[in-house]
């Protein structure tokens, strides 16, 4: 019992030198703002409660510089900037912004957002009534933005092919 222990020190301890890259490159040519004007009262949400994992800029705590938590963070943040990040959000084909933007104002509207393990520790990202609707509003007038100006099946994501039992 003795060397399992000393072994899974001596891991823990070299595991500390070992980090994965960081989310810093601050890289905002492609943000959402360069298509639809941003309201200083939704960048104040956003920067609180959805930046640090949905853009290319987090803001590191203190202990993300000790592993494993580093690993399981770096992680966390790769996993929510491949589900929407604003600061690549022009990038994206009309048919995904649009998805995009509906599954953002499901997902708050449903409290699934942001994710209860962010908002244990961060207390301030947890959004009130009028943070969240100041947030789906801004999201549902872009939407009804799209939705005016792009034909119908342009909003469709290309590329999906159903499954045989699933309904089309």
């Not at 939704?42 to 938590?69: E, G």
């Not at 609707?133 to 009804?144: G, R, S």
């Amino acid at each position: 019992m003795k060397k399992i222990f000393i072994g899974l020190l001596i891991v823990l301890v070299a595991i500390q030198f070992i980090h994965p890259s960081k989310n810093l490159s601050g890289d905002t040519q492609k943000d959402i703002s360069t298509l639809y004007p941003m309201p200083d009262s939704v960048q104040v949400i956003v920067n609180k409660a959805c930046a640090d994992c949905h853009s290319n800029k987090t803001n590191y705590p203190w202990y993300s510089k000790i592993q494993p938590v580093d690993f399981w963070l770096e992680n966390h943040v790769k996993d929510g900037k491949r589900h929407f990040n604003f600061n690549e959000f022009a990038s994206y084909r009309i048919g995904k912004q649009n998805k995009k933007l509906e599954e953002c104002i499901e997902q708050i509207k449903e409290g699934e957002m942001p994710l209860s393990s962010y908002t244990l520790i961060h207390k301030e990202a947890i959004l009130t009534e009028a943070e969240k609707n100041i947030l789906t509003n801004w999201y549902q007038k872009i939407v009804d933005t799209i939705h005016a100006n792009y034909p119908a099946d342009s909003l469709k994501l290309k590329g999906r092919n159903p499954k045989p039992n699933e309904a089309k």
